[in-house]
């Protein structure tokens, strides 16, 4: 059965500071993968995805994730957060073919302290 | 702004009222989904839509009922629903279904008494 797993439902870091969420994913056949940010009352934005090439994939925001089928993940990293970067992270697969049926992880709240 | 609109944005409805959430999209999109957003779950993918087709129906309660009357529109009917249908209320756009792209609207917040 297809499932997500975002172990940390929250996260607090310092600006400026890295961060590295983490998704955990099972799925039956080849995945295509997200990682959409969600603002306090706002809808997802997608901040990246990856289904195929160079299993280390550019987002916008200054984000980038890295697929490791071996390890059946692919974690958001940013490389020096800012207060902005503070939302809800949600992680998705969904398959290549067929109806656009993605499942989503429960998502990790990110709080940036000064 | 994404281009997917969703009005209302708050919603308290009694359990037996009868109400629609209605979603726009100014994107050019074919396809159209509703989404359930609960807290501490995973976001719930309840309909889709393809050219005004409904394409998935994941088990969804039939006191929700959609309407996509053309491929910038999408509705959800709401009739008799239970306090633990309160929840956010996501629609989405795509392009196509498939590998293309999802633009959420900002969701309806909808609180069941």
């Known amino acids: 059965a297809q499932s997500v797993t975002q172990p940390d439902i929250h996260i607090t870091v310092s600006e400026g500071a890295s961060l590295e969420l983490r998704c955990n994913y099972s799925y039956g056949a080849t995945p295509y993968l997200f990682w959409y940010v969600q603002s306090p009352g706002q809808g997802l934005q997608l901040l990246l995805k990856?289904?195929?090439?160079?299993?280390l994939v550019q987002g916008i925001k200054g984000f980038e994730a890295e697929f490791k089928r071996s390890q059946s993940s692919f974690n958001l990293r940013k490389p020096s957060v800012h207060w902005s970067d503070a939302a809800e992270y949600f992680c998705a697969v969904g398959p290549l073919t067929g109806a656009n049926n993605l499942f989503f992880g429960t998502g990790t709240r990110l709080t940036v302290i000064p | 702004e994404t281009g997917v609109t969703q009005t209302p944005r708050h919603l308290v409805m009694g359990m037996t009222n009868k109400k629609s959430l209605k979603c726009e999209q100014h994107?050019?999109?074919?396809?159209m989904y509703w989404y359930k957003q609960s807290a501490k779950k995973p976001l719930e993918l309840m309909f889709v839509y393809s050219l005004e087709e409904r394409v998935e129906n994941n088990s969804v309660p039939s006191r929700f009922s959609p309407e996509c009357p053309n491929s910038s529109h999408l509705f959800l009917h709401l009739h008799t629903l239970q306090p633990e249908d309160s929840a956010l209320y996501l629609c989405?756009?795509?392009?196509?279904?498939?590998?293309?792209?999802?633009?959420f609207g900002p969701g309806t917040r909808l609180t069941v008494l």
């Open positions: 989405a756009s795509s392009r196509g279904i498939g590998l293309d792209e999802q633009f």
């Open positions: 990856y289904f195929s090439g160079d299993t």
């Open positions: 994107l050019g999109h074919n396809a």
